[in-house]
């Protein structure tokens, strides 16, 4: 069964703390994402990965960065949490080529303090 | 630019209704695919379909169809005799060439089933 899962389901921070969320993959998949959702506003990508040590901007990486050592491994880091970054934070993979499927992690709640 | 929308923001049904989800998509592009993808309580979301620009037809799997019309930009989503179980919020996303098919998604659609 294939499995992405995520470090942590909830998680509390205080602002200014630097902030490390981890994803893993099983399925040996060439992409990976890293969305946030918020309410009435849905999932909005923030970066995404064709490869190691590749890196794309999405559609709000203001205030996040990311990293990619190896292939089943994608780290989000707020640098310096605020509360604006308080939401839900999704990971998903999938494979290479023609968009298929995206496999998406139980999430991560964010609450910054 | 790419847009999608689903303009309803929650319906509430009650059992063995049917249900249409609406899914308007923007894009210049040619050659693009939509998805739906459901995420029930637990919070994990789940793909249901994917359809690319070149395939209209419709397509059915058990209690579940999809209706995709260019001429409309539409790709809509239709339950026949919904179950509680089918309660979710339900997103509908678009995925286009631009630097490797990065995918948009709508605000979703929160369903309600009552027995």
């Known amino acids: 069964d294939v499995k992405v899962t995520q470090s942590s389901r909830y998680l509390v921070k205080r602002t200014g703390e630097k902030v490390f969320l981890e994803c893993v993959q099983d399925?040996?998949?060439?992409?990976m994402f890293w969305y946030r959702q918020d309410p009435g506003l849905g999932l909005r990508l923030i970066y995404f990965?064709?490869?190691?040590?590749?890196?794309e901007k999405g559609d709000i990486p203001e205030g996040y960065s990311v990293s990619r050592e190896k292939k089943e491994r994608f780290s989000l880091i707020l640098e310096s949490a605020s509360t604006n970054q308080t939401s839900m934070y999704l990971c998903?993979?999938?494979?290479?080529?023609?968009?298929?499927?995206?496999?998406f992690g139980p999430g991560t709640r964010l609450l910054v303090l | 630019a790419q847009k999608v929308t689903q303009a309803q923001t929650e319906i509430s049904v009650v059992e063995k209704e049917d249900v249409t989800l609406d899914c308007v998509y923007e894009?210049?592009?040619?050659?693009?695919?939509l998805f739906w993808y459901k995420q029930p309580p637990s919070g994990e979301l789940v793909f249901l379909i994917r359809?690319?620009?070149?395939?209209?037809q419709n397509e059915i799997s058990g209690r579940y169809s999809w209706n995709f019309q260019k001429s409309t930009s539409s790709f809509n989503f239709t339950i026949t005799a919904s179950q509680v179980v089918d309660s979710a919020v339900y997103f509908c996303?678009?995925?286009?060439?631009?630097?490797?098919?990065?995918?948009?998604f709508g605000a979703g659609t929160r369903l309600f089933v009552k027995a």
């Open positions: 998903a993979s999938s494979t290479q080529g023609a968009p298929g499927a995206q496999y």
């Open positions: 399925m040996d998949h060439e992409n």
């Open positions: 990965s064709y490869d190691v040590k590749m890196k």
């Open positions: 894009t210049r592009d040619t050659t693009y695919y």
């Open positions: 359809r690319n620009s070149f395939d209209e």
């Open positions: 996303a678009l995925s286009v060439n631009t630097g490797g098919f990065k995918t948009i």
